[in-house]
């Protein structure tokens, strides 16, 4: 995507937050639009069309978990990006929950925040590609994984996924039986040049073990390998 093309919203009651997040993403020629308050963002959704949300939590108004949930509500696939001081765990286990596609504390890293950035709007991009060839399924005993029409089942039941956790699932699940490393998998699914500390990975895979485990306490298919990742278990039929 052209840099010129990219529309960036950014959602901060912070003034100066705001100037820097712009200031940033104006280095790679990216439009940037600016909201104080919730309904000022959901406001200009509709006008600037963004591609991309970079949003604080604590606004006037709304929170902005709040935002997020209006935005997913509304049918926006657009990616959003969490930029908060609020950084506790259930804090970035709630943001990914309602729908955000990556959280990055306060204060953040200009160069890290334009590499979440790059990586949410290539992964975007690739979504919304209609030229993509089916991959078929993947069929785990009773769990099943269409590559091609982004569905997951268990026992014939359709499973609800993020775009993110079915991207995060169709990868592990697609190479099942290897050993993935944190760094692999950032690389792969978020797209991430240079690796970069995060909770994401591991707050996802909690998420989809809820989802799609019988027994997400005792995982069948997501296991976790201590000091490297996870590997994926089960024979494909």
């Known amino acids: 995507m052209d840099g010129q093309q990219v529309r960036v919203l950014v959602v901060d009651d912070d003034a100066l937050v705001r100037r820097a997040v712009r200031l940033t993403c104006e280095t790679e020629g990216y439009t940037v639009q600016e909201a104080e308050r919730a309904s000022e963002a959901l406001a200009r959704l509709e006008v600037f069309h963004p591609d991309i949300v970079v949003l604080d939590v604590v606004l006037p108004d709304l929170s902005g978990f709040d935002v997020c949930r209006e935005i997913r509500r509304a049918g926006h696939r657009m990616p959003v ?40 709007l290539r992964r975007a991009k690739e979504l919304r590609g209609d030229d993509k060839p089916a991959d078929g399924r993947l069929v785990f005993r009773d769990l099943v994984i269409d590559t091609a029409e982004r569905r997951v089942t268990r026992s014939d039941h359709d499973i609800v996924l993020t775009h993110t956790e079915f991207d995060l699932l169709s990868y592990l699940a697609s190479n099942a039986g290897k050993v993935l490393s944190r760094e692999r998998i950032l690389s792969a699914v978020w797209g991430y040049e240079h690796p970069i500390e995060t909770r994401v990975i591991d707050v996802h895979v909690r998420n989809l073990r809820r989802k799609i485990e019988p027994d997400p306490a005792q995982p069948r298919h997501i296991l976790a390998v201590p000091g490297i990742g996870y590997r994926f278990a089960g024979l494909r039929r």
């Not at 908060?84 to 765990?89: G, Q, T, V």
């Not at 970035?92 to 890290?112: M, N, S, T």
């Open 81 to 120: 990006i969490i930029l908060s001081a609020k950084h506790d765990e259930i804090d970035v286990v709630l943001g990914l929950e309602i729908g955000a596609d990556d959280y990055i504390a306060k204060p953040f890293r200009a160069r890290e925040l334009l590499a979440r950035i790059g990586a949410q």
